[in-house]
Structures are given as C-alpha cells and as structure tokens.
C-alpha cells in the first residue's frame, strides 16, 4: 500500500514538470548557446521548431537537471558578488542583458558582467557559468573549455562580439554537481570562432528562408553525434 502512494506521488511531480515544459513558447530564433554545434541541419531544425523524436522529449529527470542548473548559476553569481566583485546580472527591468541580431532571428542572453572586483584581472568581463557532473568537470579541469565543450566556448565568443566584451578576457564558471568544487578560467576572445558562428547562422538562416533542408552531418545514422541527437529519426526517415 505504501508503494503504491508512494509511486502516486512520484508520478504526479513527474508529470507536472513534463507538463509545465509543454507549456513553455518555444524559441522563434536561433539560439547563441546551440550555435556551436557541429549539425547545422540539428540546429535548423531547432529554428523551424522541428517537433523532437518520440523517444527523445525531456523526461522529468532531466528537467530537474536542468533547474538545478540554473539555481546554482544563482548561488555561484551570489558568492562572487560576496566576495567583492560588481557583477551585474539582470538589467533595471529584471532581465537579462543579451543581444538581438538579424532581425531578431539570432540571439542570445549572457549570465553576467563583472564590472569591477578584487582580482587582477581585466574589467568589464563576460562571466558565463555553467555546471557539470564529475567526469565532464574534470575535462574542463584538464582541458580548458575550447577543447572540454567547443559548444561553449563558441557561445561565449559570440556573447564576446555582440556585448562588445570582447577587450578582456571572459570569466568561465563551471560548478561540479557531485563535489560543489568551482572552476574558474580567463577565456581570451576568439574572433575566428565568432565570425566562424556567425556565418553559420547566416547559412542556417538563408537555407530555412529557401525551403531548403542543410545536408546531414554525416553518411550514417549510427555516426556518434546522431546516437543521441533529439532529431535522428525525423533527420533519416525524412
């Protein structure tokens, strides 16, 4: 009898947060954090609000991933204001500071803007942050986010370019969900990875306004990136 209310309970959560995302208006434009990715036609899809393959909607498990997610972006903004730093995240009216290019058809919203604080570092700065599991913790750790995640590290050069914060170095967060460890790195600006995003939003954009469907980003639907592609079975049935 306990399991059975137990499994109620569960099950009812489980089906408000499916419900609540169903709810959300879906992007109109192409996003600066999905510009980095290496399928052009994954992120057309995206633009055209391609609906994703059955199997592949979000379950409530990773819905709570992802608020969580945003609810240590919140922590990790507060401890670096605590310790002394004038980071700005929100404008007067309560929201995010981003940008709007292309007739509101690429765009993108930044996490923060350290004006001044108590490192020797360059001000103003981006700040983005993220947060990881261990395993891809420590490739950040070891690698630097260029390598650890190219999909970042282009997010960040394009939020470089079009906040003009491109003068100093951004500063790169990523909180470990399993030990609360904080990664920080100085990430330079990479004009060649901006303009490289930029172009290909332009190719993105011009091919949807066609009617023309990008070519797939590889000659097999077992190639590693279509496995967990949201996309795969729309992409090569189509």
């Given at each position: 009898?306990?399991?059975?209310?137990?499994?109620?309970?569960?099950?009812?959560?489980?089906?408000?947060?499916?419900?609540?995302?169903?709810?959300?208006?879906?992007?109109?434009?192409?996003?600066?954090?999905?510009?980095?990715?290496?399928?052009?036609?994954?992120?057309?899809?995206?633009?055209?609000?391609?609906?994703?393959?059955?199997?592949?909607?979000?379950?409530?498990?990773?819905?709570?991933?992802?608020?969580?997610?945003?609810?240590?972006?919140?922590?990790?903004?507060?401890?670096?204001?605590?310790?002394?730093?004038?980071?700005?995240?929100?404008?007067?009216?309560?929201?995010q500071f981003g940008f709007s290019?292309?007739?509101?058809?690429?765009?993108?919203?930044?996490?923060?803007?350290?004006?001044?604080?108590?490192?020797?570092?360059?001000?103003?700065?981006?700040w983005e942050c993220k947060s990881?599991?261990?395993?891809?913790?420590?490739?950040?750790?070891?690698?630097?986010?260029?390598?650890?995640?190219?999909?970042?590290?282009?997010?960040?050069?394009?939020?470089?370019?079009?906040?003009?914060?491109?003068?100093?170095?951004?500063?790169?967060?990523?909180?470990?969900?399993?030990?609360?460890?904080?990664?920080?790195?100085?990430?330079?600006?990479?004009?060649?990875?901006?303009?490289?995003?930029?172009?290909?939003?332009?190719?993105?954009?011009?091919?949807?306004?066609?009617?023309?469907?990008?070519?797939?980003?590889?000659?097999?639907?077992?190639?590693?990136?279509?496995?967990?592609?949201?996309?795969?079975?729309?992409?090569?049935?189509?």
């Amino acid at each position: 009898m306990t399991e059975a209310i137990v499994k109620e309970i569960e099950d009812a959560v489980d089906i408000a947060i499916v419900a609540g995302e169903k709810k959300r208006t879906r992007r109109k434009y192409i996003g600066a954090s999905s510009i980095g990715d290496e399928c052009q036609r994954k992120i057309q899809y995206r633009y055209l609000n391609y609906p994703v393959d059955p199997d592949k909607e979000f379950t409530a498990r990773t819905l709570r991933i992802f608020q969580f997610g945003h609810e240590i972006e919140d922590y990790t903004a507060k401890w670096l204001k605590d310790a002394g730093f004038d980071l700005r995240t929100e404008k007067k009216d309560g929201k995010q500071f981003g940008f709007s290019i292309a007739n509101d058809e690429v765009k993108g919203h930044i996490d923060g803007v350290i004006c001044a604080g108590p490192a020797n570092m360059s001000y103003p700065s981006l700040w983005e942050c993220k947060s990881a599991n261990d395993n891809k913790f420590k490739a950040f750790v070891k690698h630097g986010v260029a390598k650890a995640n190219p999909v970042y590290a282009t997010q960040i050069a394009l939020y470089q370019t079009y906040m003009d914060l491109y003068e100093n170095p951004a500063l790169f967060t990523v909180v470990n969900k399993n030990t609360s460890e904080i990664y920080y790195e100085l990430v330079p600006y990479n004009k060649r990875l901006a303009q490289e995003a930029s172009d290909r939003a332009v190719n993105i954009l011009t091919a949807a306004k066609a009617g023309d469907i990008l070519p797939r980003i590889a000659q097999s639907k077992d190639f590693f990136l279509c496995k967990w592609c949201e996309f795969k079975q729309s992409c090569w049935e189509s």
